[in-house]
């Protein structure tokens, strides 16, 4: 896997190169990203992160798309300095004029969130659960009280738990 970003980083700088004339310092690059985001560009540390499990799910247009989206920051930042907007004209002219690719902002690749448990509070009104993280619950164990908006009484553990 780190081998096709890594040609790909490649390619996209070498287009950026004949393009502008000019030579660019390549990046560092890293696949420890996880979450939503399919890569980030670190400007000021030339350095961008990949989400290897974005990757393995959606690897045509990861290496066409996000790959080019991201050195497009970067070459952006080196060529017009630090207070060009992130997806202004600047980074724009770069992803339409070098890279012939629409300039989206965001990626549309599925996300899959992790299960969480919930554990569930109540009080005294009908028909009412209230889901707690983890955090929040462990809160709780700690002393700090929560009350219902509508009744004014303090939730209390069920003792119930869900997976979401």
Known sequence: MPEQIHARVEACYQQAEAFFKR???R???S????GQKAGVAHLHENKL???PQLY??????FLKQTVAHEVAHLIAHQLFGPRIQPHGEEWQLIMRG???LPPNRCHTYEVKRRKTTRYLYRCACPDNDFPFSPQRHALVAQGRRYYCRRCRVTLVFSG???QE
């Open 23 to 25: 030579a660019f310092p």
């Open 27 to 29: 990046p560092e690059v």
């Open 31 to 34: 696949f420890k990203l996880r």
């Open 49 to 51: 992160r990949f989400n």
């Open 56 to 61: 393995r799910e959606n690897q045509d247009d």
């Open 98 to 100: 070098v890279y012939e």
């Open 160 to 162: 119930e738990q869900r």
